[in-house]
C-alpha cells in the first residue's frame, strides 16, 4: 500500500475517533484490502458545491468526521466574512441513510462556534432550504444530500447569504478554509445547543405561499380542478410539499404512489432515485395508466429536480426529457404572461450551455433575452443577483430536470415546478389538447430539436486521469466533421476561448473557466463535453435540429435526428 495511504489509516486508528470506527478500518484491513486502500487514498474534495461521496470511514468517505472538517471549514470562514454580525445558517436534509445524523453533526458542529442554527424538524426538499436562508436573513445554509446518488451515497451542499450554492470567490475561499482543517481535534464538535432552533412547519407555509403567488391561470385551475394528476416522490423528501402546493393551487385529483410515498433512503422500488430513469418512473407510469390520468409527475430525493410523463397522439404514456420539460415551461412562462397582459419589456430567461438551444429560438422569436451560463443552478443565481436591478427574471433551467421559477428561491425547485407544470397541463386541456400536443406544435413553429447525453463512468483512482486524458484528446484534435458535417467552431471554456475551425480566428468567452468543450458543426449540430462535478464520469451531450413542416412529419423527422445523434456518436467512438 502506498505509504502515505497507509500513514492516514494509522492517523485514525491511533486518533480521537470513535471505537466502532477504528473496529470498522481493522475489519477492511483483513476482509477487503483494497475497499480500505480507496477509503484512505485521497481526501474527499470539498468541491465548489460541497461534498458528495459514498458514506463509510476514511479520508474519501462521507462521514462524522469528514462533515465535521468540513463545517469547522464553512463556519471560520463565515465568521471572517461576517464580523459584525451575528451569523447565522439553516439546515435541511433528505430522506437518505444518516442524513439526519450528518445534519445534526452540522448544527453541532456551527453552534459550538456560536453561528446561529435553524435546523428544520425533520426531512425537506433543496428548495425550502434556499428559500430560509433568504426568509430568515441566514448567513448561510447546508443541506445533507446526495440528490440523485444511489443509497450509498450522502453529501453536504453549501449555499450563501443569497440562497444559492457558493460561486466565486467564496467557493474557492470556502475550500481554502476547509483545506486548513488538517485534523479533527481542530472541529468544535459540540456545545451551545441553545444556538440551535428547530423550525418546521411555519417556515412551510411561508414558501407554499410564495409558490401560490406564481401561478399566472388560477381562474383555469378552478375550471380544471379535477385534472388527474398521479406524483411520485421516489421515497423522497418530495412528499412534504408537493401534495400541499397542488392543493394550494386548487387541484383536487392527486393521487400520490404510494409505494414510493414513504421516504426511505433505501430507496427499495428502484435501482437510482432519479425521474430522469425511466425505471425511476415505472411504477408510477403504471398508475398513471391504471388511473387515465392527464399527467405523471416525480420528484428526486432531495425534491429539486422533476420529471413528467405525458400521453402521446395515440394515448401511449411516454416520458419527456428534461430539455422537452424545459421548452414547454419556458415557453408556457412567456406566452401566459403575455396572454394575461403580465409580461414586461425587460423580462428575460436563463439556461445552461448544455441546455436545448431550442429555448433560445423560442426567447428571441417572443423578443425577450436568454443569457446561458454554465452548468448548475448557481450560475443562474448569480445571474438573477447580478441583473436583478435592471431585468425581471422569470425561468432558469437546464436539461438535467431543474427549473427555477421567480425570484424568491435561488435553486432549482422541483416543488414550484410540479405545480406550474400542472397548471401547464390544466391551461392546455382547457384548450382541448395536451402537452404533448402542445411540444408538437412548438416543433412546428420552432424547429424540432432532438437531444441526447452519453455518461462514461470512470472510477476509482485511475478514473480521473482517464476523463483528463479524453478531454486534453478532444481539446487538441478536435473531429474536422462529423455525421457528414464540417466542425466550424471549437468553444473552449477552460481557455474561456471561440475557435473558428475554418478561419483559425479566436475570440473571448465571457464566462468563467470550466472544463467544457463544445464542438459545433455547419449545420448547427452542438455537441459538448464535460467532466461531471459530483460523480466519477464525463458526459457529452448532444444537440441536433431541423426544420418540421406539420405534427404528421414528427416521426420521420425524430429518426432522422435520431440517425444523426447515432452516427456522431459512433464517430467519436464513444
Excluded at 232 to 239: E, L, M, R, V, Y
Aim: proline letters at 4%; charged letters at 25%.
Amino acid at each position: 500500500m502506498d505509504p502515505k495511504t497507509q500513514q492516514k489509516i494509522d492517523k485514525w486508528l491511533n486518533g480521537n475517533f470513535d471505537t466502532q470506527t477504528k473496529e470498522e478500518i481493522q475489519r477492511l484491513q483483513s476482509e477487503n484490502p483494497a475497499e480500505l486502500e480507496d477509503s484512505f487514498y485521497r481526501d474527499l474534495e470539498f468541491g465548489t458545491g460541497g461534498l458528495r461521496g459514498l458514506m463509510g470511514v476514511g479520508t474519501n468517505r462521507i462521514n462524522k468526521y469528514t462533515i465535521g472538517m468540513a463545517t469547522q471549514g464553512f463556519a471560520n470562514y463565515m465568521k471572517k466574512m461576517f464580523p459584525d454580525k451575528e451569523v447565522k445558517v439553516a439546515i435541511i436534509h433528505d430522506c437518505r441513510n444518516n442524513s439526519r445524523f450528518f445534519a445534526e453533526t452540522t448544527a453541532d458542529v456551527f453552534a459550538a462556534n456560536h453561528i446561529k442554527v435553524y435546523l428544520f424538524e425533520a426531512l425537506r426538499p433543496t428548495p425550502e432550504l434556499s428559500f430560509a436562508i433568504r426568509h430568515l436573513g441566514c448567513q448561510g445554509g447546508v443541506n445533507c444530500t446526495a440528490s440523485h446518488n444511489p443509497k450509498e451515497y450522502n453529501g453536504y451542499k453549501a449555499y450563501w447569504d443569497d440562497g444559492g450554492q457558493l460561486v466565486p470567490p467564496h467557493d474557492k475561499n470556502v475550500i481554502a478554509e476547509v483545506e486548513k482543517i488538517q485534523s479533527i481535534d481542530e472541529v468544535q464538535w459540540a456545545g451551545y445547543g441553545t444556538n440551535i432552533e428547530i423550525v418546521g412547519e411555519e417556515v412551510d407555509e411561508v414558501y407554499l405561499d410564495m409558490v401560490k403567488r406564481l401561478s399566472i391561470y388560477p381562474e383555469i385551475i378552478e375550471k380544471q380542478h379535477d385534472l388527474r394528476i398521479v406524483f411520485t416522490p421516489i421515497h423522497g423528501a418530495g412528499i412534504t410539499l408537493v401534495p400541499k402546493a397542488l392543493e394550494k393551487f386548487g387541484f383536487t385529483n392527486v393521487h400520490i404512489v404510494e409505494e414510493q410515498s414513504t421516504p426511505d433512503g433505501n430507496f427499495p422500488t428502484v435501482i437510482y432515485p432519479n425521474p430522469e430513469e425511466s425505471e425511476a418512473m415505472s411504477i408510477g407510469l403504471k398508475k398513471a395508466r391504471e388511473l387515465d390520468a392527464d399527467i405523471l409527475l416525480g420528484t428526486d430525493p432531495d425534491g429539486d429536480r422533476v420529471g413528467i410523463g405525458v400521453k402521446d397522439l395515440e394515448g401511449n404514456w411516454v416520458l419527456l426529457n428534461g430539455n422537452q420539460t424545459a421548452v414547454l415551461a419556458f415557453n408556457y412562462m412567456i406566452e401566459a404572461r403575455k396572454a394575461k397582459g403580465i409580461d414586461r419589456v425587460n423580462d428575460m430567461v436563463v439556461k445552461t450551455i448544455v441546455t436545448t438551444d431550442m429555448i433560445d429560438t423560442i426567447a428571441a422569436k417572443n423578443g425577450i433575452k436568454c443569457y446561458n451560463v454554465l452548468t448548475g443552478f448557481k450560475w443562474i443565481a448569480e445571474l438573477i443577483k447580478e441583473k436583478e436591478h435592471d431585468e425581471n427574471y422569470i425561468i432558469g433551467g437546464e436539461e438535467s430536470y431543474g427549473l427555477l421559477i421567480g425570484t424568491e428561491i435561488r435553486d432549482k425547485d422541483a416543488i414550484s415546478a410540479v405545480a406550474i407544470i400542472c397548471e401547464m397541463a390544466a391551461y392546455e386541456k382547457d384548450k382541448g389538447r395536451s402537452l404533448y400536443q402542445k411540444l408538437l406544435d412548438l416543433y412546428v413553429e420552432y424547429g424540432c430539436y432532438q437531444e441526447s447525453l452519453i455518461s462514461i463512468t470512470k472510477k476509482g483512482m485511475d478514473g480521473n486521469r482517464q476523463i483528463a486524458e479524453m478531454m486534453e484528446k478532444f481539446r487538441n484534435n478536435p473531429p474536422q466533421s462529423l455525421a457528414g458535417q464540417k466542425v466550424v467552431q471549437l468553444l473552449d471554456y477552460d481557455k474561456q476561448e471561440n475557435k473558428n475551425l475554418l478561419t483559425g480566428e479566436t475570440g473571448p468567452i465571457h464566462l468563467p473557466r470550466s472544463n467544457v468543450l463544445q464542438f459545433i458543426l455547419e449545420d448547427g449540430s452542438k455537441i459538448s463535453a464535460r467532466p461531471s462535478g459530483t460523480e466519477p464520469k464525463i458526459k457529452f451531450y448532444f444537440s441536433v435540429n431541423e426544420p418540421m413542416a406539420d405534427i404528421q412529419g414528427y416521426e420521420k423527422v425524430n429518426a432522422s435526428l435520431a440517425f444523426k445523434i447515432e452516427q456522431i456518436t459512433k464517430e467519436l467512438n464513444l
